[in-house]
């Protein structure tokens, strides 16, 4: 079950640039929409369904940069979501 985001919020405008395909850093975050904890952000949206990913990247000068993308789940994730159904469980449960 997929819900929506108000559109008010910090959290719909983060979930819109990475349903567009957008991939963004914490300092992109802080920068364009005032968000102090990316991470944080990024739980939000995965608790509501959806696959956002986390990879780390060495940039040009040196630094390790963690960026956030929304994907597709593997197929993997959806066998086990699937089993965890089959079982009984959802997330109410747990």
Same mark, same amino acid.
């Given at each position: 079950? =997929? $819900?929506?985001?108000?559109?008010?919020?910090?959290?719909?405008?983060?979930? =819109? *640039? /990475? =349903?567009? +395909? !957008?991939?963004?850093?914490? *300092?992109? !975050?802080? =920068?364009?929409?005032?968000?102090?904890?990316?991470? !944080?952000?990024?739980? %939000?949206? %995965?608790?509501?369904? $959806? !696959? #956002?990913y986390s990879?780390? %990247?060495?940039?040009?000068? +040196?630094?390790? #940069? %963690?960026?956030?993308?929304?994907?597709?789940?593997?197929?993997?994730?959806?066998? /086990?979501?699937? *089993? *965890?159904k089959a079982? +009984? /469980?959802? /997330?109410?449960?747990?």
């Amino acid at each position: 079950m =997929k $819900y929506t985001f108000s559109k008010d919020t910090k959290t719909f405008k983060v979930f =819109k *640039a /990475l =349903k567009d +395909g !957008a991939t963004i850093t914490p *300092a992109q !975050a802080k =920068k364009q929409f005032g968000i102090g904890n990316m991470s !944080a952000e990024a739980s %939000r949206i %995965r608790q509501n369904g $959806y !696959a #956002v990913y986390s990879n780390t %990247r060495k940039a040009s000068n +040196g630094v390790v #940069v %963690r960026e956030y993308t929304m994907g597709n789940p593997s197929r993997e994730v959806v066998a /086990l979501g699937n *089993a *965890a159904k089959a079982k +009984g /469980l959802t /997330l109410e449960t747990i």
